[in-house]
C-alpha cells in the first residue's frame, strides 16, 4: 500500500504495518544513482545511503572521516535513481553527537538537499536529545544500536556487542527509548541473536538487524559485501550472493588482452 501523495510507495508507516503483518523487510546500502536504480528495480523495501561508504567506496579504515558534505552527495546520487523504496541517509561522525540544534540543522540539510525519507543516527540514550530534536521537525529518526562503528574508538575492536549483562541491559533499555521518542525503526548490529529477538518482541517499530540472527523484523546487508565486490571483508553474518570481484577482474583482464593484441574495437565497433 502506498501513502496518498508519498513520494516513494514505501513509507515508514507502510514499515510499521509490514512488521505489524509479521512481513520480513529487506534492506541494503547504496551510495550512487546506478547501484540504488538496481536495488530499487530488484525489489528491496529499504535503501540505506550508509556511512559504511566510507569503508566500500573512499577506502578509509573506520566510517569517522564521512562529513555531512559526502553524505548529502551520496544521497543525491542515490534518490535520483529511487521510485519506489524508502531511502534512508546516514548521519556521519560529528553532525548529532553533543548538541541538538547542530543535529537538527545537519538532518534538516540532509532532508532539503537529498530528498530522502529518513536518517539514521547511532547510539541510544547519550544521543537522545538530538533524535527527539530531529523529530520535531517531523524528519523520521531510525536508530542504530549494538555494534556502532562511529564508536570504534571506544570499543577498539569490531567484535560481537552486548555479550555481558550490563551492555545487553543498556541496548535494551536504549531500544525501548528510541521507540518511545517516536523512532521509526532500529537496526541492531552484531549481537547475540537472542538478545535481538527480545527487543523485536518487546518493540511495536521494525527492528532490522545485520548480525544478529534472524528473529527480527528485517535485514540489512553492505551492498558490496553481498554481491562480494569487495572480497577483504569475510564475517560469519555475511552471506555472498555473488562474486563480482571474480568476475569483475576476469572482465577487466578480458578487456585488457582484446586492446593489446587488437581484437577491440573491431569493425563493428567503430564508426
Ligand atoms: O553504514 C552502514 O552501512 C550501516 C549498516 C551496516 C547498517 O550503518
Do not use: W
Amino acid at each position: 500500500m502506498s501513502v496518498e501523495g508519498a513520494r516513494r510507495a514505501v513509507t515508514t508507516y507502510r514499515l510499521k504495518e509490514m512488521k505489524a503483518r509479521g512481513e520480513k523487510i529487506s534492506m541494503l546500502t547504496a551510495y550512487d544513482y546506478t547501484m540504488a536504480q538496481i536495488v530499487d528495480n530488484a525489489g528491496v523495501d529499504v535503501i540505506l545511503v550508509g556511512d559504511s561508504a566510507a569503508n566500500v567506496l573512499a577506502g578509509f579504515q573506520t566510517t569517522l572521516p564521512m562529513t555531512l558534505d559526502h553524505m548529502i552527495y551520496h544521497g543525491q546520487s542515490v534518490t535520483r535513481g529511487v521510485k519506489k523504496a524508502l531511502v534512508v541517509v546516514d548521519m556521519p561522525f560529528g553532525t548529532y553527537q553533543g548538541n541538538s540544534l547542530a543535529a537538527l540543522a545537519s538532518a534538516i540539510r540532509i532532508m532539503k538537499e537529498t530528498e530522502a525519507d529518513c536518517i539514521k543516527l547511532e547510539g541510544g540514550s547519550e544521543v537522545l536529545d538530538s533524535v527527539e530534536r530531529i523529530l520535531t521537525a517531523g524528519i523520521p529518526v531510525m536508530g542504530h544500536l549494538g555494534l556502532t562503528p562511529q564508536s570504534i574508538n571506544k570499543y577498539g575492536t569490531y567484535a560481537v556487542r552486548a555479550k555481558g549483562q550490563e551492555e545487553a541491559d543498556k541496548l535494551f533499555e536504549d531500544a525501548l527509548l528510541l521507540e518511545k521518542a517516536g523512532c521509526c525503526a532500529v537496526v541492531l548490529e552484531k549481537i547475540p541473536a537472542e538478545l535481538s529477538k527480545r527487543v523485536a518482541e518487546a518493540l511495536t517499530i521494525p527492528v532490522i538487524g545485520i548480525g544478529a540472527g534472524g528473529d527480527v523484523d528485517g535485514q540489512v546487508l553492505v551492498i558490496h559485501d553481498m554481491l562480494g565486490i569487495n572480497n577483504e571483508f569475510s564475517p560469519r553474518f555475511l552471506r555472498r550472493y555473488a562474486d563480482l570481484f571474480t568476475i569483475m577482474t576476469e572482465a577487466v583482464q578480458s578487456y585488457c588482452a582484446d586492446v593489446k593484441s587488437g581484437d577491440f574495437p573491431n569493425e563493428s565497433e567503430q564508426y
